[in-house]
C-alpha cells in the first residue's frame, strides 16, 4: 500500500483552532497518529497528513469532525478525540453530530452538558421517553451525572415540582454505627456524590435555598418507605446493592406525575454473597413492561481518563474468561 501525503484546510474554522484542535503539546494529534497509523507534519504554517489513503482520508474526517464540534462550542479532550476516532473506523459520524446537538443543559459555569457517546445519548433518551428508566453500566459512564442532569432541566422547566435523591446508605463492608455523629451525619458520607452533582450543576446556592424549601431531598433509601411520591423527578443511585424486597419498596413509592431513574454497577456489588441484588432481580422481573426502559453502557460509554476504560475492560475481559473457565469446568 503506497504513502500519500494531503493538507488540511483550516481557512474557514477560525484562527485559533489549529492550537485548540491539536491540544497542549500536540497531544490530541499524537493519539490520531497512534490510532490511524499516520503523520501530521506542520511545514511553513501548513499541516500535512502522511500515510496511506485509507487512513488519510480517516484521520481528516476525525480533525473536520473534532473542528465542527469545535465550532458548536463543544470542547475537545482526550476522550472526544478517542471517540471520534472510533465513530470513524465504525462509520458512524452522523452519532457525533447528534451527540452535538443533544444539550440538556448548562452548568453553573455555563458548560453545556451533553451526552458524550452513543450510549450515553440512547440512556438521555430513554429518561425522556419513559416514566422508569434503568441506567446499568461500570465506574465512569455518566449514569449518575446525567441523570441529575435531566432531573434539574426538569426542575427548572417546572414539569417537577421536587427532585428526590437516594441510594442505599450500608455499603462496602461498612456500617453506619461505626460513623461518628447524628444519623444525617452518618448518611452523609454516602450520598456525598450526589450532593457534588448538584453544586457543580445547579450551584451551591440554589441547592441550599432549594433544599431548605424541601424542593430537593437527598436522603438513604430507607426513608422512602411508607411515602407516596407525586409530581417528583427520583434518582435511585448504587441499586446493585439494594434487595429484592427494597427495590419493590421503592418502585411502588411511585405516584402520578413522577419520573424515575435507577442506576447502578452489577460488577460492583457489596450485599452478603448469598444476597440477591435488588437490581439483577428487577432486570429480570421488569423486561417487557411498557413505560420502563433499559439502558446498558459499557466500557466504549467511560469518559473518565482512558486509562478508566481500559481498566473497566480489562476486567470485563478478566471476569468473561473466568465464567468460560467455570463453564468448562461444571460437570454435565
Sequence with gaps: MGISEQYLDFEDMGSDIERTLFGQMDLYVKIIERALNVTFINRNGKIKVVGSDKAISQAKRVIYNLANGLKNGNEITEQKVTYAIAMVYEDEEEELEKLDNDL?????????????????????????????????????????????????????????????????????????????????SKVDPYLRPLYDALNQIMGPESFMKNSEKGLIEVAP??????????????????????????????????????KVVVTGDLTQKDLPISTLSGLENALKVLDGIEGIGFSHLTSKDVVRHPLVQKIVKAYDDYDAKLERSRKRKKPN
Design 221 to 258: 433509601l430507607a426513608y422512602m418507605r411508607g411515602r407516596t411520591l407525586d409530581n417528583s423527578f427520583i434518582i435511585l443511585d448504587e441499586a446493585q446493592n439494594t434487595t429484592p424486597a427494597q427495590m419493590k419498596m421503592f418502585l411502588t413509592r411511585v405516584g402520578f406525575g413522577s
Design 104 to 184: 440538556i443543559c448548562n452548568t453553573i459555569q455555563g458548560k453545556p452538558l451533553k451526552p458524550k457517546t452513543k450510549g450515553q445519548r440512547k440512556y438521555v433518551e430513554n429518561i425522556r421517553n419513559n416514566m422508569i428508566t434503568f441506567g446499568i453500566g461500570p465506574a465512569g459512564t455518566g449514569k449518575t451525572y446525567l441523570a441529575m442532569a435531566m432531573a434539574i432541566t426538569a426542575f427548572k422547566k417546572d414539569e417537577v415540582s421536587r427532585i428526590i435523591l437516594t441510594r442505599p446508605a450500608i455499603e462496602a463492608g461498612e456500617k453506619l454505627g461505626f460513623l461518628p455523629g447524628d444519623l444525617q
